[in-house]
């Protein structure tokens, strides 16, 4: 964040930084650091900001697209990243938005598929691009490949956060709970117990049989939410793991 605003206060009419800034905001709230309806307004303002500028951009588009999918507007964002994709195919960065925010949603898992393999090949020593093909690999029930892509990654970046979450939850699903439970163990470590992290963990210990952790989890996320935000989701996750299905929902 320091960065990106010290680049827009030198330039003011660099709209690459005002994306850059605009990201920052999104995952804010995509994570539950701060309040999605603030967090957001400030990225549509940056998004905005980017196009006043340069509405040439591909990546200002794009941006507009994730943000756009966020608020549920499905055709908004299908016009944004068809704009994005007029104006530049080749752009690396424009991809994993248009995966993660159009194609995923819009259940084209095997397209989605084809761009996270497409984005490794780039660039096969990224973290980030192994950990994002073993995600599509999760969401198709391919466990065995999201292990083996979550654990590529983690060579590379032993301290890759999303991989170690995404082991957890591919480890569970293959019927691995005890795994599941010590990768989401270093997840919540490496984010300094965030309570996006957190209630992965404690839905991974509800459904591993270990309820009296899940239910310190959900004492340590009330803790939290009496100074400052919590996503509500991470409550429901954990009541979710429970069995407590009427309380997940009313979360």
Same mark, same amino acid.
């Given at each position: ?5 010290? +680049? ?5 009419? %660099? ?14 709230? %995509? ?69 993660? %925010? ?13 761009? &996270? ?8 020593? &990224?973290?980030? +691009? ?63 117990? &965030? ?30 939410? &009496? ?25």
């Amino acid at each position: 964040r320091e960065y990106f605003e010290r +680049a827009i206060a030198e330039d003011p009419g %660099y709209a690459l930084a005002h994306i850059g800034l605009g990201n920052y905001f999104l995952h804010l709230a %995509y994570f539950g650091f701060q309040r999605p309806r603030e967090a957001l307004a400030r990225a549509h303002e940056l998004a905005s900001k980017a196009l006043e500028i340069d509405d040439g951009l591909a990546l200002g588009h794009a941006f507009l697209g994730m943000l756009r999918a966020t608020d549920y507007d499905w055709p908004g964002a299908q016009r944004a990243f068809r704009r994005a994709l007029e104006l530049d195919r080749q752009t690396v960065e424009i991809w994993p938005g248009y995966d993660w %925010y159009w194609l995923i949603p819009m259940r084209r898992l095997d397209e989605a598929l084809a761009v &996270s393999q497409r984005a490794l090949e780039q660039d096969p020593l &990224s973290a980030f +691009a192994q950990w994002l093909l073993g995600y599509r690999h999760y969401l198709r029930r391919q466990f065995d490949l999201a292990i083996r892509q979550c654990r590529n990654a983690l060579e590379l970046d032993p301290n890759y956060l999303p991989a170690h979450a995404f082991l957890g939850e591919a480890l569970l699903q293959q019927g691995k709970p005890d795994q599941a439970v010590q990768a989401l163990e270093k997840a919540v470590a490496l984010s300094r117990r &965030s309570p996006f992290t957190l209630g992965e963990l404690g839905f991974v210990c509800a459904v591993a049989g270990q309820t009296t952790q899940a239910r310190r989890l959900l004492a340590e996320l009330e803790g939290l939410a &009496s100074r400052g935000n919590v996503p509500p989701s991470s409550f429901g996750r954990i009541y979710l793991g429970l069995g407590e299905i009427e309380r997940a929902f009313e979360w």
